[in-house]
């Protein structure tokens, strides 16, 4: 029966569909967009109402740094997604690094910040209704750069085998989509940590 | 595809369903009379609950007269379009749609929503922004696990239980003003002749208001599940002249009376756990977790109208409140029998 | 029938042990054996949650009844609510998804196989995880058992100082992890229909299942996600200190409110949309006509999506939002109304001027157009907020929504079994048992859920254990319990039939309806393949095309 629908060939019919790692990567993104508004709702909702403790103009500094690092990796991930297609292998793997080297960096800069917060300033996530949306906002932000880096590492891996080609561009591309993503989160909460919540 | 379509079965089929719908539909036009359910919402007597009545009465007129003619339309396609026990098999014309036809039963319920819609605004102005008049009597409600707690802070009294509003006359009306708080989980006060339902949350503090404009005894109910004994978190109202209120408050303001005859029975009350959580005005009782006792006598149930106030069942709950009412936070106090005897005697001096 | 031969082409394989089946339908990718998986999972489930339910009302037939404690009537609905949600209805729809999305696309899967499989398991160990918790809940002061705080665990009864011990972590973790499998299953079923379908099927030719799947996985992504953030903020609050809904801190129940129903109302609609699938697909094929107004029906449900991301609080009436927030969220609540009912009269006309067939399928599709009216003229009365503040959280709202839920989507996707039955067993089933259940279960369903309105009304509010006698509640909830035994009858007649069905029922056939969409060109069952060769199609019917070829749909789309 199927047969039958084949009439003669159409060779007027152009069909392009889009390509299901990217379709799949954004609706990922939509998800995670959707699960960190409420945390940022959150947030926001809880500026000024903690009853005690410290508050964040007496224990936040914006980490400017280590947010120019982060940022600066959209770029090096970019440049490396562009080498890979061109098929620069070695480009490619350099830029690949920067990128892992810059969100690593962001993760000590966190890591750094989250012990002086915790050792000096006496802020933890059960101290006070700012302590408790401010480790769950920038917690979750962490945890999906750690995911990503932990996806970056393994193509790194690939790429020093020499298993990472041309043809698997796409795939990087969809892994760097997922970056940029963590990249404008943090935008995000930049501004509703550092600035709007200061 | 064949079957059996005679006309007499698809008649059949379309009585069938008519009188089985009817019958639930009109059972809320059943009485308006409220000893067919105290807690009937179709029996206002209170100034909200008569907006809401009308607002509702409105509501379903709207929405019976679309199921009227959907369901017409429903039951002629179903009788109407059958397909016929001689059909001949063809195809129908295939209809794919009309413009006209789709526009109109787009505009047309975009106006009933318009209207439906502006008939509800107003009302939810009218009970939502209702002014606190300077002679309301104002009441302070803390909803517990699972008993409530009014105070009236004008006139300094403090109760449970069991409320008691002044009847309003609609030419002077003497509304009561309900602050609603909470002290552990969410609750609702709902007594559907007095007014709709409204949540108290902790650290959300809500207002309420009711007139109510007849006398009499008002039924209702927790309406938020609020955990184990929601079910037994009930509600009593009493709306009284004015005569009636002003003695009420003043007996409420009184501190207990002390008598020797029960003093054993205060002594093993001041001694045991009990006043961890009661309080007794002018006693050594000043526990705020469970209901004030000062008054106990004044009401007719406890534990929040799972039991009558009777001399049994008030031995019954301090000895074994589970009997009554598992999962309440009063636990049981094992006293011995002679214990249990001189409390309730103290119990039942308060007055 | 020469096409079945063509179409039928396996290979007849020596018979199997039963270990190595069982291996093969756990290892599975196939969308098809998925899609079963799903379904199967959900009926077991459907029996679980309905024993539940004949608990609760057997306990409510007088008031003071004692059949069960306090303590576990309140574990009922909750479980019963939660394992209805997440365990058999959506199980269900996505079982149907899975099953039907690719053979209407004609592609040969779903876009992501492995990803399909790992969100079934998710689901299952989700659900299988929660019922853990009857035996498993035991936490520190030995309290605990199954969770019994509400399906919707409302704060603060869900910190630790109300619900100590492990139930309520039972039932975060359960529907955090079968988040992620609908999640999964969403992305799935997105990139499979943007990605994968057939040439010539441009978005405005794919059957209208197609795109009511489409629609909900949408909406489930940007759903369920707020019910994930918001349980890892209860979690966070029950095991970090944190603070999200400690009001003794200076947080806020009401928030726990917002995030839950934010998920919750749009978690409706994801409910919703595949059984108008269902209807969308059987009324058409036994009226014999094409569904009418097709754009307006596509424009319908995204709107009704769209709209449906901005009513959520109007399951918040009674909770003392200010005048402004209550008449805006009456304002969207009312206009849903509007493209929900542009359905209804769509699928009216689908059926003016046809020959309607009054096989189990369209009863079940009649069934659901009558009720489902019903049900959304109370929601309309519930959306007067005014009538909300007593309806409200009373039995109303649970004959309300149980009216959707049963007498709308369950009859739909009733209609659905009997109709895709064939397809997927290759077997026809009994039509008079089939209109046996019918009628049982619309006896049922309407003596329970019809008189259900009436204690509402009279002031009884949900989720009590027991009731005041002297209130006017005691008949009503009496014939309310009698409805469910003739339900119970029902879904025993319906699972007699099926396995009676799929063991000694007539072969089928490719196409036994005669229907139009591109999963009746194959044999019955397909092959794992689906299509030996992916066809064209020229619009939304292709099989009426090949039938009626001087008179193709796509003449006059």
Same mark, same amino acid.
């Given at each position: 029966?199927?047969?039958?629908?084949?009439?003669?060939?159409?060779?007027?019919?152009?069909?392009?569909?889009?390509?299901?790692?990217?379709?799949?990567?954004?609706?990922?993104?939509?998800?995670?967009?959707?699960?960190?508004?409420?945390?940022?709702?959150?947030?926001?909702?809880?500026?000024?109402?903690?009853?005690?403790?410290?508050?964040?103009?007496?224990?936040?500094?914006?980490?400017?740094?280590?947010?120019?690092?982060?940022?600066?990796?959209?770029?090096?991930?970019?440049?490396?997604?562009?080498?890979?297609?061109?098929?620069?292998?070695?480009?490619?793997?350099?830029?690949?690094?920067?990128?892992?080297?810059?969100?690593?960096?962001?993760?000590?800069?966190?890591?750094?910040?989250?012990?002086?917060?915790?050792?000096?300033?006496?802020?933890?996530?059960?101290?006070?209704?700012?302590?408790?949306?401010?480790?769950?906002?920038?917690?979750?932000?962490?945890?999906?750069?750690?995911?990503?880096?932990?996806?970056?590492?393994?193509?790194?891996?690939?790429?020093?085998?020499?298993?990472?080609?041309?043809?698997?561009?796409?795939?990087?591309?969809?892994?760097?989509?997922?970056?940029?993503?963590?990249?404008?989160?943090?935008?995000?909460?930049?501004?509703?940590?550092?600035?709007?919540?200061? | 595809?064949?079957?059996?379509?005679?006309?007499?079965?698809?008649?059949?089929?379309?009585?069938?369903?008519?009188?089985?719908?009817?019958?639930?539909?009109?059972?809320?036009?059943?009485?308006?009379?409220?000893?067919?359910?105290?807690?009937?919402?179709?029996?206002?007597?209170?100034?909200?609950?008569?907006?809401?009545?009308?607002?509702?009465?409105?509501?379903?007129?709207?929405?019976?007269?679309?199921?009227?003619?959907?369901?017409?339309?429903?039951?002629?396609?179903?009788?109407?379009?059958?397909?016929?026990?001689?059909?001949?098999?063809?195809?129908?014309?295939?209809?794919?749609?009309?413009?006209?036809?789709?526009?109109?039963?787009?505009?047309?319920?975009?106006?009933?929503?318009?209207?439906?819609?502006?008939?509800?605004?107003?009302?939810?102005?009218?009970?939502?922004?209702?002014?606190?008049?300077?002679?309301?009597?104002?009441?302070?409600?803390?909803?517990?696990?699972?008993?409530?707690?009014?105070?009236?802070?004008?006139?300094?009294?403090?109760?449970?239980?069991?409320?008691?509003?002044?009847?309003?006359?609609?030419?002077?009306?003497?509304?009561?003003?309900?602050?609603?708080?909470?002290?552990?989980?969410?609750?609702?006060?709902?007594?559907?002749?007095?007014?709709?339902?409204?949540?108290?949350?902790?650290?959300?503090?809500?207002?309420?208001?009711?007139?109510?404009?007849?006398?009499?005894?008002?039924?209702?109910?927790?309406?938020?599940?609020?955990?184990?004994?929601?079910?037994?978190?009930?509600?009593?109202?009493?709306?009284?002249?004015?005569? $009636?209120?002003?003695?009420?408050?003043?007996?409420?303001?009184?501190?207990?009376?002390?008598?020797?005859?029960?003093? $054993?029975?205060?002594?093993?009350? $001041?001694?045991?756990?009990?006043?961890?959580?009661?309080?007794?005005?002018?006693?050594?009782?000043?526990?705020?977790?469970?209901?004030?006792?000062?008054?106990?006598?004044?009401?007719?149930?406890?534990?929040?109208?799972?039991?009558?106030?009777?001399?049994?069942?008030?031995?019954?709950?301090?000895?074994?409140?589970?009997?009554?009412?598992?999962?309440?936070?009063?636990?049981?106090?094992?006293?011995?029998?002679?214990?249990?005897?001189?409390?309730?005697?103290?119990?039942?001096?308060?007055? | 029938?020469?096409?079945?031969?063509?179409?039928?082409?396996?290979?007849?394989?020596?018979?199997?042990?039963?270990?190595?089946?069982?291996?093969?339908?756990?290892?599975?990718?196939?969308?098809?054996?998925?899609?079963?998986?799903?379904?199967?999972?959900?009926?077991?489930?459907?029996?679980?949650?309905?024993?539940?339910?004949?608990?609760?009302?057997?306990?409510?037939?007088?008031?003071?009844?004692?059949?069960?404690?306090?303590?576990?009537?309140?574990?009922?609905?909750?479980?019963?609510?939660?394992?209805?949600?997440?365990?058999?209805?959506?199980?269900?729809?996505?079982?149907?998804?899975?099953?039907?999305?690719?053979?209407?696309?004609?592609?040969?899967?779903?876009?992501?196989?492995?990803?399909?499989?790992?969100?079934?398991?998710?689901?299952?160990?989700?659900?299988?995880?929660?019922?853990?918790?009857?035996?498993?809940?035991?936490?520190?002061?030995?309290?605990?058992?199954?969770?019994?705080?509400?399906?919707?665990?409302?704060?603060?009864?869900?910190?630790?100082?109300?619900?100590?011990?492990?139930?309520?972590?039972?039932?975060?973790?359960?529907?955090?992890?079968?988040?992620?499998?609908?999640?999964?299953?969403?992305?799935?079923?997105?990139?499979?229909?943007?990605?994968?379908?057939?040439?010539?099927?441009?978005?405005?030719?794919?059957?209208?299942?197609?795109?009511?799947?489409?629609?909900?996985?949408?909406?489930?992504?940007?759903?369920?996600?707020?019910?994930?953030?918001?349980?890892?903020?209860?979690?966070?609050?029950?095991?970090?200190?944190?603070?999200?809904?400690?009001?003794?801190?200076?947080?806020?129940?009401?928030?726990?409110?917002?995030?839950?129903?934010?998920?919750?109302?749009?978690?409706?609609?994801?409910?919703?949309?595949?059984?108008?699938?269902?209807?969308?697909?059987?009324?058409?094929?036994?009226?014999?006509?094409?569904?009418?107004?097709?754009?307006?029906?596509?424009?319908?449900?995204?709107?009704?999506?769209?709209?449906?991301?901005?009513?959520?609080?109007?399951?918040?009436?009674?909770?003392?939002?200010?005048?402004?927030?209550?008449?805006?969220?009456?304002?969207?609540?009312?206009?849903?109304?509007?493209?929900?009912?542009?359905?209804?009269?769509?699928?009216?006309?689908?059926?003016?001027?046809?020959?309607?067939?009054?096989?189990?399928?369209?009863?079940?599709?009649?069934?659901?157009?009558?009720?489902?009216?019903?049900?959304?003229?109370?929601?309309?009365?519930?959306?007067?907020?005014?009538?909300?503040?007593?309806?409200?959280?009373?039995?109303?709202?649970?004959?309300?929504?149980?009216?959707?839920?049963?007498?709308?989507?369950?009859?739909?996707?009733?209609?659905?079994?009997?109709?895709?039955?064939?397809?997927?067993?290759?077997?026809?089933?009994?039509?008079?048992?089939?209109?046996?259940?019918?009628?049982?279960?619309?006896?049922?369903?309407?003596?329970?859920?019809?008189?259900?309105?009436?204690?509402?009304?009279?002031?009884?509010?949900?989720?009590?254990?027991?009731?005041?006698?002297?209130?006017?509640?005691?008949?009503?909830?009496?014939?309310?319990?009698?409805?469910?035994?003739?339900?119970?009858?029902?879904?025993?007649?319906?699972?007699?039939?099926?396995?009676?069905?799929?063991?000694?029922?007539?072969?089928?056939?490719?196409?036994?309806?005669?229907?139009?969409?591109?999963?009746?060109?194959?044999?019955?069952?397909?092959?794992?393949?689906?299509?030996?060769?992916?066809?064209?199609?020229?619009?939304?019917?292709?099989?009426?095309?090949?039938?009626?070829?001087?008179?193709?749909?796509?003449?006059?789309?």
């Amino acid at each position: 029966m199927n047969t039958t629908f084949m009439t003669t060939p159409q060779p007027e019919l152009n069909w392009e569909l889009p390509a299901r790692g990217r379709t799949a990567m954004f609706c990922l993104i939509a998800a995670e967009s959707a699960i960190f508004t409420i945390f940022v709702v959150a947030y926001l909702f809880y500026i000024g109402k903690s009853l005690t403790g410290p508050m964040p103009k007496d224990v936040l500094t914006a980490p400017i740094f280590y947010t120019i690092c982060l940022l600066s990796s959209s770029l090096t991930i970019h440049l490396a997604v562009s080498a890979l297609r061109r098929g620069n292998i070695g480009t490619f793997g350099t830029w690949w690094l920067g990128t892992l080297a810059l969100g690593a960096a962001f993760l000590y800069g966190t890591a750094n910040e989250w012990h002086r917060l915790i050792y000096v300033d006496g802020l933890t996530i059960n101290t006070n209704l700012f302590g408790t949306t401010y480790y769950s906002l920038v917690g979750l932000h962490g945890f999906h750069v750690i995911v990503g880096l932990l996806c970056l590492s393994i193509v790194m891996v690939f790429t020093l085998l020499g298993s990472v080609k041309r043809e698997h561009v796409e795939r990087a591309e969809v892994l760097s989509l997922y970056w940029h993503f963590v990249d404008a989160v943090w935008v995000v909460v930049f501004t509703v940590v550092y600035v709007i919540g200061h | 595809m064949g079957d059996k379509n005679s006309t007499n079965w698809r008649t059949r089929f379309a009585v069938q369903v008519i009188v089985l719908l009817f019958l639930p539909v009109a059972a809320p036009a059943v009485p308006a009379d409220p000893s067919f359910s105290p807690t009937n919402i179709f029996a206002p007597v209170s100034t909200p609950a008569h907006s809401i009545f009308g607002l509702s009465l409105f509501a379903l007129a709207v929405t019976a007269s679309i199921f009227v003619i959907v369901f017409s339309l429903l039951v002629y396609c179903v009788v109407r379009f059958a397909r016929r026990a001689d059909d001949d098999g063809r195809e129908p014309p295939q209809v794919y749609g009309s413009n006209q036809v789709e526009l109109a039963w787009t505009v047309i319920p975009i106006l009933i929503v318009v209207v439906l819609f502006m008939a509800t605004a107003r009302v939810i102005a009218s009970i939502q922004k209702a002014a606190r008049p300077a002679n309301a009597i104002q009441v302070i409600a803390i909803g517990h696990q699972f008993w409530w707690e009014y105070r009236y802070p004008g006139l300094k009294v403090v109760t449970a239980n069991e409320l008691h509003v002044p009847v309003s006359d609609p030419a002077h009306p003497t509304p009561t003003f309900i602050t609603l708080l909470s002290a552990d989980t969410d609750h609702s006060f709902w007594v559907p002749r007095l007014a709709g339902k409204t949540d108290l949350i902790p650290n959300h503090p809500n207002t309420m208001w009711f007139d109510p404009q007849q006398t009499g005894l008002y039924l209702g109910q927790c309406a938020q599940y609020c955990g184990t004994q929601h079910a037994k978190m009930l509600l009593r109202v009493y709306v009284q002249s004015g005569d $009636e209120f002003n003695r009420w408050i003043e007996e409420q303001t009184q501190p207990a009376h002390a008598s020797p005859a029960v003093s $054993e029975g205060q002594r093993i009350f $001041e001694t045991t756990a009990c006043i961890n959580c009661h309080a007794v005005a002018g006693t050594a009782a000043n526990g705020l977790f469970g209901p004030d006792l000062t008054h106990l006598m004044s009401r007719e149930t406890i534990a929040s109208g799972a039991a009558p106030n009777t001399p049994e069942s008030l031995k019954l709950w301090i000895q074994n409140p589970d009997a009554i009412k598992p999962g309440s936070k009063m636990p049981a106090m094992g006293l011995s029998d002679h214990e249990l005897d001189a409390v309730t005697a103290y119990l039942a001096t308060l007055r | 029938m020469s096409t079945d031969a063509i179409s039928t082409l396996r290979v007849e394989m020596p018979s199997r042990p039963l270990v190595a089946k069982l291996h093969e339908w756990v290892t599975t990718v196939d969308h098809k054996r998925l899609g079963i998986l799903y379904i199967a999972y959900a009926l077991v489930f459907l029996v679980i949650g309905g024993i539940e339910a004949a608990i609760m009302r057997i306990q409510l037939i007088r008031p003071h009844y004692n059949f069960v404690s306090p303590g576990l009537f309140n574990q009922m609905f909750t479980m019963h609510g939660t394992t209805m949600i997440f365990f058999v209805v959506m199980p269900l729809l996505f079982g149907f998804a899975n099953y039907l999305i690719p053979l209407m696309i004609g592609a040969r899967d779903m876009a992501f196989p492995r990803l399909n499989a790992f969100s079934f398991w998710l689901t299952a160990f989700g659900g299988i995880f929660l019922y853990f918790s009857f035996l498993g809940a035991n936490g520190l002061y030995g309290a605990g058992s199954a969770p019994d705080v509400g399906w919707f665990a409302y704060a603060p009864l869900t910190s630790q100082t109300f619900s100590p011990g492990h139930s309520t972590d039972f039932w975060t973790l359960s529907l955090l992890v079968s988040g992620f499998g609908s999640i999964g299953t969403a992305i799935n079923i997105i990139a499979t229909v943007l990605c994968m379908r057939c040439p010539g099927m441009t978005l405005g030719k794919m059957p209208l299942l197609v795109w009511l799947n489409l629609v909900m996985a949408v909406l489930v992504i940007l759903a369920i996600s707020p019910l994930t953030a918001a349980q890892v903020m209860l979690l966070v609050d029950r095991y970090l200190g944190g603070h999200f809904f400690d009001t003794q801190a200076g947080g806020s129940a009401v928030i726990w409110m917002h995030f839950f129903w934010i998920f919750g109302h749009p978690e409706v609609y994801v409910l919703v949309l595949p059984a108008f699938a269902f209807i969308s697909e059987i009324v058409p094929v036994f009226s014999r006509k094409a569904i009418f107004g097709y754009p307006a029906m596509v424009a319908a449900a995204v709107c009704i999506a769209f709209i449906g991301m901005s009513v959520w609080a109007h399951h918040m009436f009674t909770i003392g939002m200010n005048s402004n927030a209550n008449t805006f969220f009456v304002l969207t609540t009312m206009a849903i109304a509007v493209p929900t009912g542009i359905k209804i009269f769509n699928w009216l006309a689908t059926m003016w001027g046809g020959k309607i067939h009054f096989k189990t399928p369209m009863l079940f599709a009649i069934g659901f157009l009558f009720q489902f009216l019903i049900a959304g003229l109370t929601g309309i009365m519930l959306g007067v907020a005014p009538f909300n503040w007593h309806l409200g959280n009373s039995y109303f709202v649970v004959a309300h929504f149980h009216y959707v839920i049963v007498g709308g989507i369950l009859f739909a996707t009733f209609g659905a079994f009997y109709y895709w039955f064939p397809k997927m067993s290759g077997k026809m089933y009994s039509e008079a048992l089939g209109r046996l259940h019918f009628w049982l279960f619309v006896i049922g369903f309407h003596l329970t859920f019809d008189f259900m309105h009436i204690p509402g009304l009279l002031g009884m509010p949900r989720r009590i254990y027991t009731y005041e006698p002297g209130r006017g509640w005691d008949t009503w909830n009496l014939i309310v319990t009698i409805g469910v035994f003739f339900q119970a009858a029902g879904i025993l007649v319906f699972a007699g039939n099926l396995l009676r069905s799929y063991f000694r029922g007539k072969t089928a056939g490719s196409d036994p309806w005669d229907a139009w969409t591109l999963e009746w060109s194959t044999s019955s069952p397909p092959p794992e393949w689906n299509f030996a060769v992916v066809p064209v199609v020229k619009s939304r019917r292709p099989l009426w095309d090949l039938k009626h070829p001087s008179d193709p749909d796509w003449k006059y789309e």
